[in-house]
């Protein structure tokens, strides 16, 4: 059962990379088409999804520093996806894109945090 919650992160992460080694990809017309929504809602899923790793107990006993390795864990893999980009042809490495990953991160890892604190106050 511990790999099933696991399993979300990883498919999220090989969604993002599989993307990323895309030379050419699809856009989206109207606000969705922005790229920087984008990448915000992506590592918005990934944060999330890297979030359920956590046990409910470090969620309740460490909350803000399980939620911020949470965030720093999904900008350290938006860093490394943007200087993968740089190896693709038509890519490159943007700072503005991994800001919004970075944002994303830190949007995502207040999912499982909110969750948490809502379930200690419903106990």
């Known amino acids: 059962m511990n790999i099933l919650i696991k399993?979300?992160?990883?498919?999220?992460?090989?969604?993002?990379?599989?993307?990323?080694s895309q030379s050419v990809l699809p856009q989206p017309k109207g606000i969705l088409g922005f790229d920087k929504l984008?990448?915000?809602?992506?590592?918005?899923?990934?944060?999330?999804?890297i979030g359920l790793w956590a046990s409910r107990k470090r969620w309740k006993t460490k909350p803000f520093l399980?939620?911020?390795?949470?965030?720093?864990?999904?900008?350290?893999?938006?860093a490394?996806?943007?200087?993968?980009q740089s190896f693709v042809p038509g890519r490159d490495c943007n700072v503005w894109d991994w800001v919004a990953d970075t944002?994303?991160?830190?949007?995502?890892?207040?999912?499982p945090l909110l969750a948490s604190r809502r379930a200690t106050r419903g106990a």
């Open 38 to 49: 984008q990448h915000l809602l992506a590592y918005l899923t990934l944060g999330g999804t």
């Open 66 to 78: 399980t939620a911020l390795a949470v965030a720093v864990i999904a900008s350290a893999y938006g």
């Open 103 to 111: 944002l994303g991160g830190v949007l995502g890892s207040a999912i």
């Open 80 to 84: 490394a996806d943007e200087v993968h």
């Open 7 to 20: 399993l979300p992160a990883v498919l999220v992460a090989l969604g993002i990379w599989f993307l990323s």
